[in-house]
C-alpha cells in the first residue's frame, strides 16, 4: 500500500490543523493505521492507532484528549485532527500500516507515508 501524508504547516500555539493520509494501492479496511512523529534528534515516536474494520483507536498521553484519529474506509484516507497544539508537538509527522497490533512499535508497520511538517509556535 501507498501512502501519502498532508496537512502539515504552520500554527501558533493553541491552533488546530488537521492532518490527512490518503492510500493506494491495497485494501485499506485490512490494515491497522497509525500516526508517528519525529523531532529533530529525536527518535520517531507514537502518537495515534485505529484498528481496520472495528474502529479501536487509542492515543499516546501526550496527545490523548486533543489528538482524534479517524479514517474513511471508503475513501482509503485517515485524518488526525490536532487541536490545541503546543510547541511540543513540533515534528514531522508520518502515517503508517501495518498488520500487526502492537501499535505503538514502529517495526509493526511495514508501509510508511513520506511526512508533513508541523510546526507550532509559542
Known amino acids: 500500500v501507498q501512502l501519502q501524508a498532508s496537512g502539515g504547516g504552520l500554527v501558533q500555539a493553541g491552533g488546530s490543523l488537521r492532518l490527512s493520509c490518503a492510500a493506494s494501492g491495497r485494501t485499506f479496511s485490512n490494515y491497522y493505521m497509525g500516526w508517528f512523529r519525529q523531532a529533530p534528534g529525536k527518535e520517531r515516536e507514537f502518537v495515534a492507532w485505529?484498528?481496520?474494520?472495528?474502529?479501536?483507536?487509542y492515543y499516546a498521553d501526550s496527545v490523548k484528549g486533543r489528538f482524534t484519529i479517524s479514517r474513511d474506509n471508503a475513501k482509503n484516507t485517515m485524518y488526525l485532527q490536532m487541536n490545541s497544539l503546543k510547541p511540543e508537538d513540533t515534528a514531522v509527522y508520518y502515517c503508517a500500516a501495518g498488520s500487526s497490533d502492537s501499535y505503538t512499535n514502529v517495526d509493526a508497520y511495514g508501509y510508511w507515508g513520506q511526512g508533513t511538517q508541523v510546526t507550532v509556535s509559542s
Open positions: 485505529s484498528g481496520g474494520s472495528t474502529y479501536y483507536v
